[in-house]
């Protein structure tokens, strides 16, 4: 009795913590989870497309870049106080000593376009971080997202290779961390990347330029033990371990701190392993008391992707997009033995027909990118008429061999999987252009509002992200502009055809916006495949 009610209790526990669509983390669910493939969100991912990947730069190693601006956005945690840690700070830091270098402005600059209302730059340098861990050494290290972004510097204390052992142990400490977990972190660090004669020529010998790093192991494009064994073993050339001035040998100190206990342990590379990822979750779960941290990202399980839902020009309804079906070797799916369809519902919540897919084959019809992670792709288009319209859908899964279908209803949510039946974003008909001249973008953006939604008198209107440049910031400001819609001079029997413009500085192009009717609402819409179109005939 006692054991079966844990168990139901477990099963609750996980039902409530499901993935519903749409999710604020589908932004980061893309660019993790789908790398490469027939659909793949690589724009961070393709930079540590090989762990030793460094973007044609000499001496750059995008992997290690990510992994050390993590560490110094984190390291001025202040666990009693509630203050700083993974908190993006490290923006507004960058002309400090302690974060001499490129690689934090690199990494900046990596994550910037990633930047939007859902995914703060803390949560995408976390990303960085689990990204790059997972390329150079299949590390798992669960990703917690909700980061918020510090809108100021951060108090200064990222260790630095002169900074004494006392008060190296005490940075640490204050910020969680004790001896132990100290030696692991540097341990863990310093097996990618090395020292830069640009940035440190006190340290690295010979001549001062780019392509001159002092890698700190043999094998600095992988994650493994080198940097322990080879400083265990007396064969490192680690250039803060070897330096003739040993005020700048911040590893031998570290490393040596507890007599080389740790350091003997982490030799095994199983527990180098699992060590490595316990203190990089810890460290990225450090974080400002105002901050609560979801659970650890889990891939979709199922989740619709629409790409098309307007208004045709004679006044039908038109839906496309695809299913994303997670076939990851423990899903217990085989992607060539299942059959995909939707259960849709119209206006009025009646069940219409279903509406089949079709299992996309280009590129092989799957993505993948992060370890075992593999997603397939069951594709949909329909025309429907406006009087039916469309109010969600619920999505059937049958495997064909054994006949057993599935109805997925979107963990319980109110609609299934939903869809505003009030509200399309008319991407035919909307634009983005850019004038060189006035450095100024303009954004046409048309929508299709149901005569049933304006009848409650609201007007219309477009609440539109502005992404604003910052001085010497690699990261925009993100502020809500909001626009009032007017009439565009078309409807139909059902819908108002509605219209706003407005005006983006030149890295503001592509970005977000919700269409807003009073409570109805279109949320997080996408500029980018606006940009540079022209808009069509209403
Ligand atoms: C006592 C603490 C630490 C000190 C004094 C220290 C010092 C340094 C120095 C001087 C560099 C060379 C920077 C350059 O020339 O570009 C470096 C690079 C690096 N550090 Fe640390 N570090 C410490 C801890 C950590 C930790 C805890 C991590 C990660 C968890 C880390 C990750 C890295 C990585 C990946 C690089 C290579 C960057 C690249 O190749 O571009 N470090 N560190
Ligand atoms: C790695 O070690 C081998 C053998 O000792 C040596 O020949 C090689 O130069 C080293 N490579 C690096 C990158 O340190
Ligand atoms: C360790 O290596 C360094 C540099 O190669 C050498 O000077 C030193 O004598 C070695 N120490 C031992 C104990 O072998
Ligand atoms: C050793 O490095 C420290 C820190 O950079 C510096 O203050 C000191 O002058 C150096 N000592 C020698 C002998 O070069
Ligand atoms: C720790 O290991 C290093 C490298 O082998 C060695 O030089 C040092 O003497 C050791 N320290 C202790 C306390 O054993
Ligand atoms: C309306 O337009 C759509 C899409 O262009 C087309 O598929 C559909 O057949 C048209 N319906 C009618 C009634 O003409
Ligand atoms: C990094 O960016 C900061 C702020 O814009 C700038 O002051 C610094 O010179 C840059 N560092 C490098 C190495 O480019």
Excluded at 385 to 414: E, W
Excluded at 484 to 489: K, L, N, S, V, W
Excluded at 501 to 517: H, K, P, Y
Aim: charged share 20%.
């Amino acid at each position: 009795m006692q054991r079966s009610l844990v168990a139901s209790l477990a099963l609750l526990g996980s039902v409530s913590a499901a993935y519903v669509w749409p999710s604020t983390q589908d932004p980061i669910d893309d660019l993790l989870y789908l790398q490469s493939g027939y659909i793949r969100f690589g724009s961070l991912s393709d930079q540590v497309s090989s762990c030793g990947f460094g973007a044609g730069s000499p001496g750059i190693q995008k992997s290690a870049e990510w992994v050390r601006t993590a560490f110094h956005d984190a390291a001025t945690h202040d666990a009693a106080a509630g203050t700083g840690g993974v908190d993006g700070s490290i923006q507004y830091e960058l002309e400090r000593p302690e974060n001499l270098g490129a690689a934090l402005n690199h990494t900046l600059a990596d994550i910037s376009s990633s930047v939007n209302v859902h995914s703060s730059a803390a949560d995408l340098l976390s990303l960085a971080l689990v990204i790059a861990v997972a390329r150079c050494g299949d590390l798992e290290v669960p990703l917690r997202l909700g980061r918020k972004d510090a809108t100021e510097a951060g108090i200064k204390g990222v260790p630095e290779a002169h900074t004494d052992l006392e008060t190296t142990r005490n940075r640490f400490q204050i910020a969680g961390f004790n001896e132990a977990d100290m030696i692991t972190l540097v341990a863990c660090g310093h097996t990618l990347g090395g020292v830069h004669s640009v940035d440190h020529p006190e340290i690295v010998t010979g001549t001062v330029d780019p392509a001159n790093v002092a890698r700190f192991d043999n094998t600095t494009d992988k994650f493994d033990t080198k940097v322990v064994t080879e400083y265990l073993d007396n064969s490192s050339r680690n250039p803060l371990l070897r330096n003739t001035n040993d005020t700048l040998n911040s590893d031998k100190r570290v490393f040596a701190a507890d007599g080389n206990v740790t350091m003997n342990k982490l030799a095994d590379a199983t527990y180098y392993k699992a060590q490595c990822e316990s203190v990089f979750t810890r460290m990225l779960d450090l974080v400002p008391s105002d901050v609560t941290l979801s659970e650890p990202l889990q891939p979709a399980d199922i989740r619709p992707y629409i790409t098309k839902y307007q208004l045709s020009s004679n006044g039908s309804v038109e839906l496309a997009g695809r299913i994303r079906i997670r076939t990851s070797p423990d899903s217990g799916r085989v992607a060539t033995d299942l059959k995909v369809s939707l259960l849709p519902t119209d206006r009025n919540g009646q069940s219409i027909q279903e509406i089949t897919t079709t299992a996309a084959t280009a590129k092989g019809g799957d993505s993948f990118g992060y370890l075992k992670e593999r997603f397939n792709w069951f594709e949909f288009s329909k025309v429907l008429p406006a009087t039916t319209g469309l109010s969600g859908f619920n999505i059937k899964l049958t495997v064909p061999s054994s006949g057993l279908s599935t109805t997925y209803d979107n963990a319980g949510a109110a609609g299934g999987f939903a869809l505003n039946p009030d509200i399309t974003f008319q991407q035919p008909q909307s634009c983005v252009s850019f004038d060189s001249a006035t450095n100024k973008g303009t954004l046409t953006l048309t929508t299709a509002i149901s005569k049933k939604a304006l009848a409650s008198g609201a007007t219309p209107q477009v609440r539109l992200v502005q992404r604003i440049d910052q001085p010497r910031n690699f990261i925009p400001k993100l502020e809500q502009q909001v626009i009032q819609m007017t009439p565009a001079g078309k409807e139909t029997a059902e819908y108002v055809y509605y219209r706003a413009t407005g005006t983006v500085g030149r890295n503001g192009l592509q970005t977000t916006f919700d269409v807003e009717v009073g409570e109805s609402k279109l949320l997080f819409q996408e500029t980018t495949a606006l940009v540079g179109t022209t808009c069509g005939a209403l």
